[in-house]
């Protein structure tokens, strides 16, 4: 879990400030138009052992590693309108359930990390359990939906439940970028 946390922050990095290489990827799997109202644009939701976090994303963006072939989806809430932050690599970018896992490599599997407050970096929480279920990717309006659940550990041993999970219209940002 150590070795995956600096990882994790090095990929966010890289995802969120690589803008200079896309590559359009050109299709829809879904019509968006099914996937919420029109008012509901950009919003990330879920609950942290019962408590309530509304924010919207702040990187949604289609990732490939260099010495692999797939598309995977990197997912991070905006730290600057709630402080209360998820950051997760899919190992995917279609519609499908993402599962995460303790025993993960890092760049093989779905992981991530959750952070009580981004402002301490220091105070960080990796993704051990639970999924990720992503119900629309529309690269052409560019628009992702989605649920999950997951379970976060940090370096104490100390737990925490994300529940209730929501993205709804989350803002993909276009193209694939490479890593």
């Given at each position: 879990m150590k070795k995956i946390f600096p990882l994790c922050l090095i990929a966010l990095f890289v995802v969120s400030c690589n803008n200079n290489k896309t590559a359009s990827t050109g299709n829809s799997e879904k019509n968006s138009a099914d996937a919420g109202s029109s008012k509901d644009k950009n919003v990330i939701s879920f609950k942290v052992d019962g408590d309530n976090v509304k924010t919207s994303g702040w990187n949604i963006r289609l990732f490939k590693w260099s010495n692999q072939p797939d598309v995977w989806m990197n997912i991070t809430s905006d730290m600057h309108k709630e402080k209360?932050?998820?950051?997760?690599?899919?190992?995917?970018?279609?519609?499908?359930?993402?599962?995460?896992?303790?025993?993960?490599?890092?760049?093989?599997?779905?992981?991530?990390?959750?952070?009580?407050?981004?402002?301490d970096l220091s105070n960080s929480y990796s993704i051990v359990g639970g999924s990720f279920v992503i119900t629309d990717v529309?690269?052409?309006?560019?628009?992702?939906?989605?649920?999950?659940?997951?379970?976060?550990?940090?370096?104490?041993?100390?737990?925490?439940?994300?529940?209730?999970?929501?993205?709804?219209?989350?803002?993909?940002k276009p193209g694939t970028i490479s890593l």
């Open positions: 209360r932050t998820i950051d997760v690599n899919l190992n995917g970018a279609k519609p499908g359930t993402y599962s995460f896992d303790d025993n993960g490599v890092t760049m093989e599997t779905s992981h991530g990390s959750y952070h009580p407050d981004y402002n529309d690269t052409v309006h560019h628009i992702v939906n989605g649920t999950f659940s997951l379970k976060a550990k940090n370096t104490k041993g100390e737990t925490l439940n994300i529940t209730d999970g929501k993205i709804i219209n989350g803002a993909l």
